[in-house]
């Protein structure tokens, strides 16, 4: 199993707090609000948004914070936010990928760098590890709407490159260019997504130990809990007894 979706695991059995909810919904509507103001303000014609809208409602992000930043997108007053990538290396020379949406770009590299630094591993020049991910786009089910063959069945026909099933959902990978072909066709199906967005993918894994996982997780911790990070991405593996340890 890939690092990010590891650690995405156990961020959502740890639960959210309160404070935690807020953040996540301010990370959510920031992103939709770029989304509408990048392209058109209707999901059906714009399929950035469309993904954007599809990760809050995932989250139970209340409607009418999700109409609120698209309609955010229209006023003049609108902050402007850039899109970043960030580079570098964890702990163990694992390979970390940072998104990020800032009004702000000295004070996010600042702080990016920093918790680089801290965790005992250093933020890199852009593409120095992107290279060892593929860019592509992910559909998730809920496990109930398909069964493993049903499901791999529709994602084949559709155009997908992989199928992954678990009692945790269905996730569908396919080429970077075809998501919105593949999702058309899979919501014909089964429906709305629970979510469809562009993603890295790691090309290989590494195994670390445990000591070295928890400073790992450590660090993914501190970049998401940063206000202008929306996705961290890395290529590490944790061992079975550190993730029940974690999930505890």
């Not at 069964?147 to 084949?156: C, H, N």
């Not at 809990?225 to 590490?236: C, G, K």
Request: with cysteine; hydrophobic share 40%; glycine share 6%.
């Amino acid at each position: 199993m890939a690092g990010h979706s590891q650690f995405k695991n156990i961020m959502h059995r740890k639960g959210r707090q309160d404070a935690m909810r807020s953040k996540l919904f301010s990370k959510l509507a920031r992103e939709i609000t770029v989304s509408a103001k990048m392209g058109l303000p209707d999901p059906n014609m714009n399929a950035r948004l469309r993904a954007a809208i599809l990760a809050a409602r995932a989250e139970n992000m209340p409607k009418d914070n999700i109409d609120r930043a698209i309609k955010k997108a229209a006023g003049a007053d609108t902050e402007n936010y850039d899109e970043i990538r960030y580079e570098g290396y964890g702990p163990g020379g694992v390979a970390v990928i940072v998104e990020a949406l800032t009004d702000n770009r000295n004070r996010t590299a600042s702080e990016v760098r920093s918790y680089f630094t801290k965790s005992g591993g250093n933020l890199a020049e852009t593409g120095a590890v992107s290279f060892m991910f593929d860019r592509v786009g992910r559909i998730e089910y809920a496990p109930g709407k398909a069964d493993a063959d049903t499901m791999m069945e529709a994602a084949i026909d559709a155009g997908a490159d992989d199928v992954t099933s678990s009692e945790d959902g269905h996730e569908v990978i396919c080429a970077a260019e075809n998501l919105a072909e593949v999702q058309r066709a899979l919501e014909q199906k089964f429906g709305e997504p629970n979510k469809a967005a562009l993603v890295w993918r790691p090309q290989n894994t590494v195994a670390v130990d445990d000591e070295t996982g928890e400073k790992l997780m450590r660090l993914v911790e501190t970049l998401e809990d940063n206000d202008d990070v929306q996705t961290v991405t890395a290529n590490f593996e944790l061992s079975d007894a550190l993730l029940a340890k974690l999930s505890a």
